[in-house]
């Protein structure tokens, strides 16, 4: 089974930037989808953004689209998610997934990593 630690969370300004960075461990992730989610204070997991490592498909939350950049590195077998413009509504505890199914519900991603958290001050 693939191990995911996630990497890169801070305290930030708004309008600032964070690279978050999850890397893989054990068998290849390379036929999986790979996530982000995130959790803020009080609120459901909800989806951030997805690639798919064999073909390098994205998808975005609406709320993040365009500020954030997901990719994947296959010879590292890490998954980035480059978060520029951050808000403070952006405040949360981000988490990788992998996923057979992957898209945009938390069901569709077996594997979950221990997440990071992202803070976004005003």
């Known amino acids: 089974q693939v191990q995911l630690v996630e990497s890169g969370g801070g305290l930030v300004q708004a309008g600032g930037s964070l690279r978050l960075s999850c890397a893989a461990s054990?068998?290849?992730?390379?036929?999986?989808?790979m996530g982000w989610f995130r959790q803020g204070p009080g609120k459901e997991r909800e989806f951030v953004a997805r690639?798919?490592?064999?073909?390098?498909?994205?998808n975005y939350a609406y709320a993040v689209k365009g500020r954030f950049t997901i990719s994947r590195d296959n010879a590292k077998r890490t998954v980035y998610l480059q978060m520029d413009s951050l808000k403070p509504q952006d405040t949360a505890r981000y988490y990788c997934?992998?996923?057979?199914?992957?898209?945009?519900?938390?069901?569709?991603?077996?594997?979950w990593g221990q997440g990071t958290q992202v803070t976004v001050s005003s």
């Open positions: 690639i798919n490592w064999r073909g390098g498909s994205t």
């Open positions: 997934a992998s996923g057979l199914v992957g898209g945009t519900d938390v069901r569709g991603y077996e594997l």
């Open positions: 054990g068998r290849s992730v390379s036929t999986y989808t």
